[in-house]
């Protein structure tokens, strides 16, 4: 038996961990790995496959990004090209990828992706492929799955630093607005907002209105608290209104949203006269060492792979449905986006406990 494994999209705290399980896994039952490097490009020509063994994976499971590195662009039915004007053009290179795969004597594949990475896998499988996937995302938004590794290791940088902004926000008397990532999803805002006691969360699965958020930072100020904390996703709008886009995006790659922590700065300052001040968490948040419950997590993912290839699992992926790694198909994570239920637990208490929603 001969797999493959390889890692796509944004890359997430654990990565390597799950890398580590599978290989060890697989090996231990006789099978030789094989790396595809750069999401599924290492298939296509544009870098390697390498051989995986024990020692490539040795000391990698506390360590950040992935040894296998990763790319957002790099869909096989979507492959973009430049072209001699420096524009792209977008090619299905589909068969040439199954057709190296043939080469390589490739049975089966393990893909460890996002919502982008697992649609690659879905139509991979329904063209024949033998492949399993394994949900990676540190915005938590991959339905089917309680949670993935990374989510944890962003949600406690973002909490770091909602506790570091405190204490100067609290000197100052000023308003900091911090702004993490969750492009479609509020997950990292909610809970690290929650857990570090933010004054205002806002996240895209609730627009706001800058006045409801000014209101809260004003009675604050009137009853003798003269900071707040605002923790925004950069996905979050106003009410009305859309998501604030950062310039363009690269051929094949998903627009970029960010910029709305200062935005709403700008406007909390003109509306409230209070000193204010924006940051933006960004890539911080995907770095780093994952924590021991993502190192955890990516483990197990990797050994229930290596299982699910051992059944014939085509077409699913690892989901944590606690306390238990089961199985499911793809196209069923795929059917539903996850995203924050207004009506959670979590936001029902962070609005008892005083937090603003700014709506
Ligand atoms: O999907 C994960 C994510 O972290 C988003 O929250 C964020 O918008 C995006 O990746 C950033 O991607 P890139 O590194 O390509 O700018």
Same mark, same amino acid.
């Given at each position: ?11 997430? $705290? ?47 499971? /506390? ?5 296998? @590195?990763?790319?957002? @662009? ?24 199954? =057709?190296?795969?043939?080469?390589? *004597? ?33 915005? !938590?938004?991959?339905? *089917? ?10 949600? !406690? ?14 000197? /100052? ?10 492009? /479609?999803?509020? &997950?990292? %805002?909610?809970?690290? *907002?929650? %857990? ?8 895209? =699965? ?17 009853? #003798?608290?003269? &900071?707040?904390?605002?923790?925004? %996703?950069?996905? %979050?709008?106003?009410?009305? *209104?859309? =998501? ?6 690269? $051929? ?13 700065? @700008? =406007? ?19 770095? #780093?060492? $994952? ?52 009506? /959670? ?15």
């Amino acid at each position: 038996m001969r797999i493959a494994i390889s890692t796509g999209g944004g890359d997430a $705290p654990g990565l390597n961990a799950v890398i580590r399980a599978a290989v060890l896994s697989a090996i231990g039952r006789g099978w030789e790995v094989i790396g595809i490097r750069k999401g599924f490009s290492g298939l296509l020509g544009e870098d390697q496959c390498v051989t995986l063994t024990r020692e490539s994976v040795r000391g990698i499971a /506390h360590l950040g990004g992935t040894i296998l @590195r990763t790319t957002n @662009r790099g869909n096989p039915f979507h492959y973009p090209i430049r072209q001699p004007d420096g524009s792209f053009i977008e090619i299905d290179r589909s068969a040439e990828l199954f =057709e190296n795969a043939r080469t390589l *004597g490739l049975d089966a594949v393990i893909t460890i992706g996002g919502d982008g990475t697992l649609a690659i896998a879905q139509r991979l499988h329904e063209c024949g492929m033998k492949i399993v996937g394994v949900p990676k995302t540190i915005d !938590n938004d991959v339905s *089917g799955t309680i949670t993935s590794f990374g989510f944890d290791t962003a949600v !406690n940088t973002a909490l770091e630093a909602i506790d570091k902004l405190h204490t100067t926000a609290e000197s /100052h008397d000023r308003v900091i607005v911090l702004e993490v990532m969750g492009r /479609h999803a509020g &997950f990292i %805002a909610l809970h690290s *907002g929650l %857990a570090g006691t933010a004054d205002v969360i806002l996240i895209p =699965e609730i627009p706001y209105d800058i006045r409801k958020v000014c209101e809260k930072i004003t009675e604050r100020d009137r009853s #003798g608290r003269h &900071f707040s904390i605002v923790v925004v %996703a950069e996905g %979050a709008f106003p009410r009305g *209104g859309h =998501e604030s886009v950062i310039g363009g995006s690269l $051929p094949g790659e998903a627009k970029r949203v960010g910029g709305v922590a200062d935005t709403i700065a @700008r =406007e909390i300052q003109a509306i409230t006269s209070k000193e204010t001040r924006s940051l933006v968490l960004g890539h911080l948040q995907r770095g #780093g060492q $994952p924590t021991g419950y993502d190192r955890l997590l990516a483990t197990r993912f990797g050994g229930a792979a290596v299982r699910a290839i051992e059944d014939r699992r085509w077409g699913h992926m690892v989901a944590l449905q606690s306390p238990h790694i089961v199985t499911i198909p793809i196209a069923q994570a795929l059917s539903d986006a996850k995203r924050v239920d207004p009506n /959670h637990d979590t936001v029902l208490t962070a609005r008892a406990t005083g937090i603003s929603f700014g709506d």
